[in-house]
């Protein structure tokens, strides 16, 4: 297998969460292009539909199932539906996220309830779900769970909610990979991207105050290109980072260094 092809996927079916907006329809697509079928999940059914097109129109079988992390049941059905059409799971991208900025004393108790079930809990669901599956099928997998800086790193803006959530996955990718990498085959590992273009934080980059916040403490001087996430994300979903597993892999231009 040449370098290069250690990063292809092909013959591979891969789940993305979180899959009707933002990052994930760009990891779709990038898991896509590497050659890999998908199996989309997200509350937000036209959308879903809408990123289905372009994975279709890539030349990659695709289905949408509509999914609210938050319900383990729904984890289980998106995964069930996932092995009865393809017969197979090879690959998740636990994305799907919620956020939300608000000063420590004045956040909402339920507010923050909700943030940690859909991106603490809700990837956790859909880690279980996927886990057993390959399981019970006797191979192997990789699982990257979409975590953030925020999860590595302090910043003033305040979102005590999301980043602690984003921090809870990565205990939770830490003891997934000890328990399923060496006796099952499953290599478990989180992307800690910094902020990049997407409708999660598309508020915070759109005001000129915010965005000059953002590059000032990124030793890159700039905010992140979706583009610049591909390498990683490929790098952990295939044979390219058969080695690695447990780790987070911060995408960040530097931000993690303060």
Avoid at 177 to 195: D, E, H, T, Y
């Amino acid at each position: 297998m040449s370098t290069l092809d250690q990063f292809r996927l092909d013959g591979k079916v891969a789940i993305v969460t979180g899959a009707s907006s933002g990052l994930g329809v760009a990891f779709a697509e990038m898991l896509a292009d590497a050659g890999a079928d998908l199996v989309l999940g997200a509350r937000r059914v036209d959308r879903l539909e809408e990123t289905k097109d372009k994975i279709e129109a890539l030349g990659r079988r695709c289905i949408a199932v509509p999914t609210d992390v938050a319900k383990a049941e729904d984890c289980r059905a998106l995964v069930a539906a996932a092995v009865a059409e393809f017969g197979q799971v090879d690959v998740l991208v636990n994305n799907a996220g919620v956020g939300y900025s608000a000063p420590a004393h004045k956040e909402d108790p339920e507010n923050f309830d909700r943030i940690v079930r859909v991106n603490l809990t809700g990837a956790w669901y859909m880690a279980q779900a996927f886990g057993q599956a390959c399981i019970q099928a006797g191979r192997g997998g990789s699982i990257v769970n979409v975590s953030s800086v925020l999860g590595l790193s302090g910043s003033d803006i305040p979102q005590v909610a999301y980043s602690a959530s984003k921090a809870g996955m990565l205990g939770l990718t830490r003891d997934l990979a000890m328990q399923w990498s060496a006796r099952r085959g499953i290599r478990v590992n989180a992307l800690a991207p910094s902020f990049f273009e997407s409708e999660l934080t598309g508020p915070l980059l759109a005001n000129d105050i915010g965005k000059q916040k953002v590059i000032a403490r990124t030793p890159l001087g700039r905010v992140g290109e979706t583009r610049e996430l591909a390498g990683p994300l490929l790098l952990l979903a295939s044979d390219a980072g058969s080695y690695i597993t447990g780790i987070t892999l911060p995408v960040d231009g530097g931000w993690s260094l303060h």
